[in-house]
């Protein structure tokens, strides 16, 4: 059963632009949508959502257990990505005081 809308926000709808990060395309995405496709490249961006997907109680009913399997797997790659990220870039507290004395 899907609920009408989050629980947990305001349920007003927004329009927001975004630029598709495999072609640059503008992509319009409503509030309201968990998923857009770009119509240029096909790529599937995810509404800002994802992060409440994470720990809301009502989250898979709101959104259906299809779209919060997938948004799931993308968060665990963006986790995945990010800590690869952080392992790849080198420290930048130590041993890097630039203070002149």
Same mark, same amino acid.
């Given at each position: 059963?899907?609920?009408?809308?989050?629980?947990?926000?305001?349920?007003?709808?927004?329009? #927001?632009?975004?630029?598709?990060?495999?072609?640059?395309?503008?992509? #319009?995405?409503?509030?309201?949508?968990? +998923?857009?496709?770009?119509?240029?490249?096909?790529?599937?961006?995810?509404?800002?959502?994802?992060?409440?997907? +994470?720990?809301?109680?009502?989250?898979?009913?709101?959104?259906?257990?299809?779209?919060?399997?997938?948004?799931?797997?993308?968060?665990? #790659?963006?986790?995945?990505?990010?800590?690869?990220?952080?392992? #790849?870039?080198?420290?930048?507290?130590?041993?890097?005081?630039?203070?002149?004395?």
């Amino acid at each position: 059963m899907n609920l009408m809308g989050c629980q947990g926000k305001d349920n007003s709808v927004t329009l #927001e632009i975004r630029t598709c990060p495999e072609c640059g395309e503008e992509i #319009e995405l409503f509030s309201i949508d968990s +998923q857009v496709v770009c119509e240029n490249c096909g790529h599937v961006v995810y509404n800002d959502m994802i992060t409440c997907v +994470q720990w809301c109680e009502y989250a898979e009913m709101c959104v259906g257990s299809e779209i919060y399997q997938q948004m799931m797997a993308v968060a665990a #790659e963006q986790r995945q990505r990010k800590a690869e990220t952080a392992a #790849e870039s080198p420290e930048t507290s130590e041993g890097s005081s630039n203070a002149v004395g």
